[in-house]
T-cell receptor
Framework: KAGVTQTPRYLIKTRGQQVTLSCSPI?????VSWYQQTPGQGLQFLFE???????NKGNFPGRFSGRQFSNSRSEMNVSTLELGDSALYLC????????????FGQGTRLTVV | GDSVTQMEGPVTLSEEAFLTINCTYT??????LFWYVQYPGEGLQLLLK?????DKGSNKGFEATYRKETTSFHLEKGSVQVSDSAVYFC?????????FGTGTSLTVIP
């Protein structure tokens, strides 16, 4: 069974640009969560989607948004990038029956210059 | 509020030494508890979990026991190897969202 796939693995963007990251969950998983990982803040929850609906949202500004498609693939978008958005963005999918376990992708390393 | 407090690192041990990484949580209800491991350049991998009080999770020689009375889930391994060098994250959830600790970096030297 294929794992969680995130693309691209690495991105370099300049301040003010926007970026879209993609996540394909494990087959059969309908819940997808996104996390931002930075050395100073650790892992911070961004949002969670289930069946194309955002069920839960962390404490991030509106520049961070996401969506989920009917095949459970998810994208997150960051607009008007700031230097502080440089981080590893991790996606996790969870099996049916509630978020009882999370399977993570390798992440997308975003660098804002 | 809801949180996870994890022993700060970095931790450096010699091969075959005993490892303990402390973790305590603050949560309402009866969360499931987890340890995740992150190797350099990788995402997080589930190491072990426990879903109710007094449960012991174990995997690859690592163990952790769900202690409700002390709200703790300390990670232990009797004899670490160089290949155990990684960052370890304690986490909990209640079926809605995961809460992670800040991570403890472990380096095992030969």
């Amino acid at each position: 069974k294929a794992g969680v796939t995130q693309t691209p693995r690495y991105l370099i963007k300049t301040r003010g640009q926007q970026v879209t990251l993609s996540c394909s969950p494990i087959s059969g998983h309908r819940s997808v969560s996104w996390y931002q990982q930075t050395p100073g803040q650790g892992l911070q929850f961004l949002f969670e989607y289930f069946s194309e609906t955002q069920r839960n949202k962390g404490n991030f500004p509106g520049r961070f948004s996401g969506r989920q498609f009917s095949n459970s693939r998810s994208e997150m978008n960051v607009s008007t990038l700031e230097l502080g958005d440089s981080a590893l963005y991790l996606c996790a999918s969870s099996p049916p029956g509630g978020i009882t376990e999370a399977f993570f992708g390798q992440g997308t390393r975003l660098t804002v210059v | 509020g809801d949180s996870v407090t994890q022993m700060e690192g970095p931790v450096t041990l010699s091969e075959e030494a005993f490892l303990t990484i402390n973790c305590t949580y603050t949560a309402t209800g009866y969360p499931s508890l987890f340890w995740y491991v992150q190797y350099p350049g990788e995402g997080l991998q589930l190491l072990l979990k426990a879903t109710k009080a007094d449960d012991k999770g174990s995997n690859k020689g690592f163990e952790a026991t769900y202690r409700k009375e002390t709200t703790s889930f300390h990670l232990e391994k009797g004899s670490v190897q160089v290949s155990d060098s990684a960052v370890y994250f304690c986490a909990w959830n209640t079926g809605n969202q995961f809460y992670f600790g800040t991570g403890t970096s472990l380096t095992v030297i030969p």
